[in-house]
């Protein structure tokens, strides 16, 4: 089973790949747009470093992030979608890039050195119901691989996948119901199987071998679908039955609202 300590290290060297990417950007590659809508390579940063910040105060003082979350979601009840981002983003859009790095360098730092700190049982609070120590560490990394993936693709480049891509995967696994229920729908009962290859070569497995719908390919491209960078039919995933497409065109590996995924390019 994976640590507390392990996904510590991991995160880190996630975002030790990502800010390989972004250190070397010029002034007009920062203001590029990315696949998220209004959303330019800055602001992807920004998101980072503000929800890194609120996640490091959810370790070290549970009652003060909640008094900010209260604040924030009373906010974000009555406004508009481009209101909740001037409430998260507008201080780092202000920011020159040299400055909004040093302040994202730092503030994942703080998430690191107060992160070590949890066992591995502990519950930490976050916007929806509480998280367990190592969930809501994966739910960090996947954020940062998933916009890392919005930041290489604007800049034209890539970050090499790894096999980190396992707490991703296991996190997108996890969350089938979850991506149901946050539409107000049912979970199907109907098992899928979920064969992939990692990065290194080795085979992940998930369900029974026996299931008639499965789900076969890259670790990568499922982590892109269950994170919605990619939709299904643009990647190499080889879907077998409705349940196993259903799911994917559903997939949401995070919280919040029910969200859709990027629209077929074909």
């Known amino acids: 089973m994976v640590s507390v300590t392990e996904l510590v ?6 975002h030790d790949d990502l800010d390989q990417v972004v250190s070397g950007l010029d002034a007009e590659q920062w203001e590029e747009s990315t696949a998220s809508p209004g959303w330019s390579v800055r602001d992807q940063i920004g998101h ?21 979350k209260a604040e924030l979601l009373a906010n974000m009840s009555s406004a ?14 202000e920011m020159a890039p040299e400055d909004l790095l040093a302040t994202w360098r730092s503030g994942r730092q703080a998430l690191l050195d107060q992160a070590v700190t949890l066992d591995d049982k502990a519950r930490v609070p976050w ?12 739910a960090r990394l996947m954020e940062t ?5 919005d930041v290489a693709q604007a800049v034209g480049t890539a970050i090499a996948p790894t096999d980190r891509l396992s707490h991703i995967v296991r996190l997108g696994v996890n969350t089938r119901n979850w991506s149901y229920i946050n539409r107000g729908l049912t979970p199907p009962e109907e098992p899928v ?18 299931s008639a719908n499965r ?8 982590c892109l679908v269950v994170t919605q960078r990619r939709h299904p039919d643009d990647t190499a995933l080889d879907i077998v039955g409705f349940s196993a497409y259903d799911w994917m065109v559903k997939a949401q590996a995070f919280a919040g609202g029910a969200s859709e995924g990027p629209s077929p390019t074909a």
């Not at 916007?127 to 994966?138: D, N």
């Not at 789900?215 to 499922?222: Q, R």
């Open 9 to 14: 290290s991991d995160l880190a060297a996630e």
């Open 48 to 68: 980072l470093a503000y929800f890194d910040d609120t996640a490091r105060l959810a370790i070290a003082d549970p009652d003060d992030f909640e008094q900010k």
């Open 80 to 93: 508009s979608d481009d209101s909740v981002d001037d409430m998260t983003l507008a201080r780092f859009r």
């Open 127 to 138: 916007y929806g119901p509480s998280m367990g120590a190592k969930s809501f560490l994966t």
């Open 145 to 149: 691989w998933a916009h890392g993936s």
């Open 193 to 210: 199987l979920v064969d992939l290859v990692s990065p290194s070569g080795q085979n992940w497995q998930f369900g029974s071998s026996d």
């Open 215 to 222: 789900i076969n390919g890259s670790a990568e491209d499922f």
